[in-house]
């Protein structure tokens, strides 16, 4: 089964190779393809993801609106967009990942004035906390992340392509819309029916001015403010003002990847109108696709409802840390039901996260920790490639993540039933690691950094003024280092030698009230926190 797999992955592999090798000068179309089937929203389907250009997949996901701090709905988006991009160079596939942070929106300009403060100023720290939570969530960055306020020039110059065709137009308060009903495929990535629309829906009532009430914005002139003064924005050849949010994307998509992309992504409440807009502006300018592949990623519910401030329900990332939540599993809970199902974001859910993280840790640490008997098992070593070839199956097959996940927890079960009964052996331990490392490629929660995290939100919280939400036994559970732990069980081990049980017990106790749990096995003591 291991056989059959590798000889298939070395095929394609090859064929990649070969692909690379014959591009410049074939009359072929050659393309780079990963083995991942994902659901294209534009055609409905689920399809190959391919490489257009031969060389690395070009991919393009909205970011975030850095106003405040993100919440776990904004961040199942980026984790899925992150499975995608670790799933696609673990088949070999170079990626090159553009997000945009909009740096610059009403939100942005009327709080920053309301706080006294320039809008990089204000968007400064939540732009800062948006890093730091991806980092904290183990999100890899994207290779290129730029701000809105850095590319103006360059949406200026793509509303000027479309004004140039008269698709933009500038009404009277000075600022330009995009004429919706020269872009007859208006609506096809979301498939709304606008016949009929027209006349029946005005969404923006300020915007009396413009031709047809579905135009949307494309730059907004300066306005002035209650007290006279005038509001944040740039001199440019379209007059005083900013850009409007959708043209950001088209403008930087554009600028990072080129006019056709490989894949665009985003949240489902993006759809629509915010990249039937991006496709409307982009394709008119350019004259040919903008993107072939679209990935959405569902909306989550809490508690099975929709997550709102007013039922209480809402949390940002660092509201869940401070309640003594690990990062790991909520990353965990977030990518583990796939990203076109709707997860219903539990407390429960996340109690069963942090015990299968456990259980995988603990599981690895038994494997590290090696002592079997010399063998092969051939039955673990073929439990052991079912794991392998299921775990890239499932991904492959529209990153099927429950699949993927649910074929590892059977390995960790086969093995750990197999070491128990003394015939786990130890040629098997290599592979087992290899598929371990190989699933930790894409879901990144092997490594323990839950304690230095939560360190790091509390310190935050202290910087906030915000330390009455932290939970009370936080602060107890992480008086204690890994390192003074470490020293604690050293002292116990030295203690039970020399016959101190008293002592030893003491310890044990000791560190038990502090949320440290300690198992003692015949290959040395483990500890982990509650
Ligand atoms: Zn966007």
């Known amino acids: 089964m291991g056989g059959s797999k590798r000889s298939h992955r070395l095929k394609s592999n090859q064929r990649k190779r070969t692909a690379r090798r014959n591009r410049p000068g074939g009359g072929l179309l050659l393309r780079v393809a990963s083995d991942l089937e994902l659901f294209n929203t534009l055609s409905g389907t689920v399809e190959p993801l391919v490489a257009s250009d031969g060389r690395g997949l070009r991919m393009y996901a909205c970011g975030p609106t850095v106003y405040d701090y993100g919440h776990i709905g904004n961040f199942r988006t980026f984790l899925h967009v992150d499975v995608l991009r670790r799933f696609l160079k673990q088949q070999g ?24 403060k320039s809008i990089a100023d204000y968007s400064a720290k939540f732009e800062t906390a948006f890093f730091e939570d991806m980092d904290w969530l ?20 793509l509303i000027q392509r479309l004004a140039e065709k008269d698709i933009a137009y500038q009404i009277e308060d000075g600022s330009w819309y995009f004429r919706i009903d020269r872009f007859p495929e208006y609506g096809k990535l979301s498939k709304k029916d606008f016949e009929g629309l027209e006349d029946s829906v005005r969404v923006d009532n300020d915007d009396h001015d413009k031709d047809a009430a579905r135009d949307f914005a494309l730059w907004k002139a300066v306005k002035g403010t209650a007290s006279g003064e005038t509001e944040h924005h740039w001199e440019t050849a379209l007059g005083p003002g900013r850009p409007g949010w959708h043209i950001e994307c088209s403008a930087m998509a554009t600028k990072y990847l080129g006019e056709c992309l490989d894949l665009h992504a985003g949240g489902e409440d993006l759809m629509f109108p915010h990249h039937e807009n991006e496709i409307a502006q982009s394709e008119s300018a350019s004259g040919h696709c903008f993107a072939r592949h679209w990935m959405h990623v569902r909306f989550l519910l809490v508690e099975g409802r929709k997550m709102s401030k007013s039922d209480n329900n809402f949390f940002t990332l660092r509201d869940l840390l401070l309640k003594g939540h690990r990062a790991s599993a909520i990353r965990f809970l977030l990518i583990s039901v796939p990203y076109r199902h709707q997860l219903n974001f539990t407390f ?85 690691l290899a598929v371990l490392t190989l699933f930790d490629g894409v879901f990144a929660v092997l490594e323990d950094h839950d304690a230095e995290i939560t360190r790091a939100a509390i310190a935050w919280a202290e910087r906030e003024d915000r330390m009455d939400e932290v939970d009370a036994s936080l602060i107890t559970k992480l008086a204690l280092s ?9 002292e116990r081990t030295q203690a039970k030698k020399s016959r101190n049980f008293a002592r030893a017990d003491a310890i044990r106790n000791d560190l038990l009230a502090k949320g440290i749990i300690l198992e003692d096995s015949k290959d040395g003591v483990r500890w982990k926190r509650k």
């Open 348 to 432: 429960d859910g996340l109690t069963e996260s942090t015990n299968a993280i456990d259980r995988l840790r603990t599981f690895h640490q038994r494997m590290v920790m090696g002592g079997f008997a010399a063998g092969l098992n051939p039955e673990v070593a073929a439990a052991t490639a079912k794991a392998r070839a299921g775990y890239t199956a499932s991904l492959a097959n529209d990153l099927n993540t429950a699949e993927a996940r649910a074929a590892i927890f059977d390995l960790v079960r086969a093995a750990n039933s197999a070491a128990d009964a003394g015939t786990l052996l130890s040629e098997n331990v290599a592979e087992i």
């Open 93 to 116: 596939v170079a990626v090159s990942h553009v997000m945009n942070i909009t740096d610059v929106d009403d939100k942005i300009i009327r709080n920053a004035a309301a706080a006294g």
């Open 482 to 490: 890994d390192a003074d732990i470490d020293a604690l069980v050293a």
């Open 138 to 157: 183990s999100i890899e960055r994207p290779e290129h992340l730029p701000r809105a306020t850095e590319s103006i020039s360059e949406m200026v110059s």
